[in-house]
């Protein structure tokens, strides 16, 4: 937001140079972005009235203007723009004046016409970025009068304001900021804050007049009735003073709207009062209203929006924007003047859904100050009276309860002291919170504080533990000793272990992916019963992930479509799970395409990936993995994954319905927290094997449908000490009759004690030999 400098300086004692200020404010957690130098001190430029006019006689799009400039001689201009009437007062630059975008002005001849000077727009004075036209200025200008003193030298601070400080979208605001935390007092406050026997008298609050049937939506509504007012420009210091700020002058009346919010930070509106029908109610939008709002576009309503509206339609959305058909023009003599508070959440979502942001929407969805709502009424009333001759009503027309107030908080000494690493004296602590608008209600050792109601973001001991850190000056706070050793948490071990598998999977050839949590509304197999967003930022972000799997569909899509002809990825995030969206870390993969060509006796051709290319990724990551059998109705072929005896997730080849990929896809998705909760998969170390291993092979006939898993049980139970491993190393279906396989194993003994004899290998070797005959009528191959 910008702020004009000379308009802080009515409030607030400032530094001198505005880079002071924007430094003490940056220091403060309130950035200053950059600086701007407004004004017009440029020699030989001056207020002048238009007296006469014609079309240029060589040249359509031009006319030639008879100017009065104060001399007594009239001068003629030749001039491009259309926007201006006889006896409209416009700068005029003389021969001889240098403008600030280096265009200098001399006597010349346009199409055959002379022209002794040029009339500028606000663009070309550097006043704006206007160039549609001439820079009309106000009817009190004096005629002659440089134009320095219609707009003189300011400095524009450009502050980014974060979105829990809404009160401090005010000159008022951010002076009141200011001298916070330069120990300075408020300046001018009974006058900006306006005393009541200005605006005609002390105006009573009735409640009549003003309906509300949204009270959530809008918890309070007021509004005055103003009559016989005379609609025309603003007088030259009001125009100044918005224009200075970015805002274009329409009329004194919706200036005077402006200028209150810029000045205290409440919105308000005025309408036509003679425009509307009947009473106002605050009421949600019908099913299928429209709405012509002050843009000159009809909207469609939806109906958790909330309008203001009369007897008949809606003649506003609240917090947003106002209605064409009741906006103040110059035939208006009556006007009713609107200010409220608006729910933030219910003004941000109508005017994201109706891509319809205005100055308004900008405060009330970041919260205004209930306290000022009627105070900035008085005001706008005071200044209506004063510059466009209205009398205000004695009574403000209300419905409905002003918020209540922020609840204390208590904070202790010892706590600011420990938490901000230095001692404070409770004295200074006392006086800075002070200073930025609290009261202490008690003075124990843990103290009460009142917060005010413009400070709704303190709501924890920590927050007025930040205000006394941004006071006292972060930069006095002497770095602490940052070598020192801090013992490790559960959050530190998790994120070793997410880090170490995530090393691990890339040492396996995967790439990480990183996608969205965010999900569009098109319902997919892995987003179905997606808990949804009340207020989703766009189509694409309606909904949270419950699986990770629906994102690397994407990637797996986008990389196939640009030509990749394998893909391996992973993600390591969070899933939401539905009903409650119950928050967990899953580990999702991927495979799809080619094996990387390596020599192979059997074939020179690239295999597919497959499940157990799949598996020896997971292998790299979960202890004691094993696949079960399952059934899911997305995958044309599933498993459940085990580590051990506990299941943390599942597997398989993806249905094709689900992928648009060519060729079969695989995917895994596990519970990460569970593998975390038992410490990941660490490896454990021994000692080199000192003694010789002895090999044995067993190569065998089975039925087809005994599984390795089943065999390997078999080998391995009950344990042979001596047995050390043993592992798969062919397998072949052909020429060993039908629904057959043959299969065959390496086992390796050893003892780690002494060397094994050929007696002692042999005597466990027919064992094991024996126990695939009897239990899995396997046919031995000698």
Request: proline share 6%.
């Amino acid at each position: 937001m910008k702020f004009s400098v000379n308009w802080l300086r009515e409030f607030v004692e400032l530094p001198k140079n505005p880079e002071e200020i924007a430094d003490l404010l940056t220091r403060a957690g309130v950035e200053t972005a950059n600086i701007e130098t407004r004004g017009a001190k440029i020699d030989k430029v001056i207020v002048s009235q238009i007296i006469a006019t014609a079309r240029h006689p060589n040249a359509d799009r031009l006319s030639v203007c008879e100017v009065e400039d104060g001399s007594g001689v009239k001068r003629q201009i030749v001039c491009g723009a259309t926007n201006y009437k006889v006896s409209d007062k416009v700068p005029l630059a003389l021969p001889g004046a240098k403008l600030p975008n280096g265009t200098e002005i001399r006597k010349s001849k346009l199409r055959g016409v002379e022209s002794q000077g040029m009339l500028c727009s606000a663009i070309e004075l550097g006043l704006g970025s206007d160039a549609a036209g001439l820079l009309i200025s106000s009817p009190e200008a004096k005629i002659g009068a440089p134009i320095s003193e219609l707009f003189p030298t300011d400095a524009i601070l450009n502050v980014e304001i974060t979105p829990n400080r809404g009160d401090l979208l005010s000159h008022f605001g951010l002076a009141r900021e200011i001298a916070a935390l330069t120990n300075k007092k408020i300046v001018g406050q009974a006058h900006r804050l306006p005393s009541e026997k200005k605006a005609g008298g002390a105006p009573a609050l009735q409640k009549k007049g003003v309906t509300i049937s949204s009270t959530r939506e809008c918890p309070f509504f007021s509004a005055r009735k103003i009559d016989g007012v005379k609609v025309g420009p603003s007088p030259q210091w009001l125009r100044a003073k918005i224009e200075s700020v970015g805002v274009r002058s329409i009329n004194n009346i919706v200036d005077i709207s402006n200028f209150v919010m810029l000045e205290l930070g409440q919105p308000t509106h005025a309408f036509d009062a003679d425009k509307l029908n009947g009473a106002i109610n605050v009421r949600l939008a019908h099913v299928g209203e429209k709405f012509l709002a002050l843009d000159g576009k009809t909207y469609s309503l939806k109906p958790d929006n909330c309008v203001v509206a009369d007897q008949q339609r809606a003649v506003g959305i609240g917090g947003v924007m106002g209605g064409e058909e009741t906006g103040v023009t110059e035939s208006t003599r009556n006007v009713l003047l609107e200010a409220a508070y608006f729910l933030p959440a219910s003004v941000r979502k109508t005017a994201r859904e109706l891509n319809l942001p205005s100055d308004a929407s900008y405060r009330f969805e970041r919260g205004i100050d209930p306290d000022m709502i009627v105070r900035a009424s008085h005001r706008a009333a005071e200044l209506i009276r004063e510059i466009a001759g209205g009398t205000p009503a004695k009574e403000v027309n209300v419905a409905g309860d002003l918020p209540s107030d922020p609840p204390d908080v208590s904070l202790s000494y010892e706590k600011c002291d420990r938490v901000v690493g230095i001692a404070i004296k409770p004295k200074q602590v006392d006086e800075i919170l002070t200073h930025f608008g609290l009261k202490k209600t008690s003075a124990a050792k843990t103290m009460k504080w009142k917060i005010p109601s413009y400070r709704r973001d303190l709501q924890r001991d920590v927050d007025l533990i930040e205000e006394v850190v941004r006071a006292y000056g972060a930069e006095k706070i002497p770095g602490t000793d940052r070598s020192r050793f801090t013992p490790s948490s559960e959050a530190d071990r998790a994120h070793d272990l997410e880090s170490r598998m995530r090393e691990r999977l890339v040492a396996r050839g995967l790439f990480e992916a990183r996608t969205s949590k965010l999900i569009p509304r098109s319902v997919s197999a892995f987003s179905e019963g997606a808990v949804a967003l009340k207020n989703p930022l766009s189509e694409d972000h309606v909904a949270l992930r419950p699986s990770l799997i629906g994102g690397l569909l994407g990637v797996l899509e986008r990389n196939v479509n640009a030509g990749a002809d394998s893909v391996a990825i992973f993600e390591i995030g969070r899933a939401f799970i539905p009903p409650a969206g119950k928050e967990e870390r899953h580990l999702a993969a991927m495979l799809w395409g080619k094996v990387d060509p390596k020599p192979n006796w059997r074939t020179q051709a690239r295999r597919g990936l497959d499940l157990f290319d799949l598996r020896g990724a997971l292998e790299a990551v979960v202890p004691n993995l094993s696949f079960r059998p399952a059934k899911f109705p997305d995958f044309a072929l599933a498993v459940e994954v085990y580590s051990g005896e506990r299941k943390i997730g599942f597997a398989g080849q993806i249905a094709s319905a689900q992928s648009t990929a060519p060729s079969p896809v695989l995917a895994a998705e596990l519970h990460a927290d569970l593998l975390f909760a038992d410490g990941g998969s660490t490896g454990k170390f021994r000692e080199l094997d000192r003694f010789p291993s002895i090999t044995r092979d067993i190569a065998m006939i089975v039925p087809e449908e005994i599984s390795h898993a089943t065999i390997l049980s078999a080998v391995e139970n009950p344990k042979e000490p001596l047995l050390e491993r043993a592992v798969l190393f062919d397998l072949f279906t052909e020429q060993v009759g039908a629904e057959k396989k043959s299969l065959a194993y390496r086992l390796t003994y050893r003892d780690r004690s002494r060397t094994l004899t050929n007696e002692e290998v042999n005597a466990a070797h027919a064992k094991i030999r024996e126990r695939l005959r009897d239990d899995l009528s396997a046919e031995l191959r000698e």
